[in-house]
């Protein structure tokens, strides 16, 4: 009868250094993918807004195919999330400039006088971007939304951004002075 002299195969044991390593590995996996979630999260995906001078039009820059919607109190894009912030790029015209404070800011809130008085607001909630006076401004398209009449004489005498870190505001005397302001999901390339 032949004798079996292989050893069984030994089975490695588990001491407290490879316990460790294994949740230091685990613990490192789950903070990449949690912050990996947290900055597509943060990200937005909203389409950017240009308001154009004139009659003031509100218009989504939208590829995605989002519209306005009415969205009880306020009109908001039917497609994507804000990231929490906004940022603003004042394109100017005339040689106009927002002086010191420069031509771009970011921050929670935006806010922008119209000359008949009218204050259209941007603010975020739920993830989403908010417009205000619902009733003043008229869905004329799909994409537009439009505060006065073009040739009514009216135009943007201000742009406002609080909630970032400096509260931020550039004027304009005339029509002249003011293209576009572009109002985008932080951060965004065309809001750079």
Known sequence: MAVRTDKPAMRPTMTPARWTA???????????????????FQLGNEPPI?????????????????????????WSPSEGKNS???????????????GEAGQ????????????????????????????KPKDKLTKAGDRFLRLGQPGDGGFITKVA??????DWECTFGKPQDLSTINICPAPHKACE
């Open 84 to 98: 929490g912030a906004f940022e603003v790029k004042v394109e100017s015209a005339g040689g106009h400039t927002c």
């Open 161 to 166: 951004v609080k909630g970032g870190q400096v």
């Open 22 to 40: 294994i949740l230091v590995i685990i613990a490192a996996l789950l903070g990449v993918g949690y912050c990996a979630a947290r900055l597509l």
């Open 50 to 74: 240009r308001v154009r001078n004139g009659s003031m039009e509100v218009v989504l820059d939208s590829a995605n195919g989002a519209v306005w919607q009415d969205d009880g109190n306020d």
């Open 104 to 131: 771009t800011s970011r921050g929670k809130d935006v806010s922008i006088l119209y000359s008949d008085g009218t204050d259209v607001t941007f603010r975020i909630l739920n993830s989403k971007t908010k417009v």
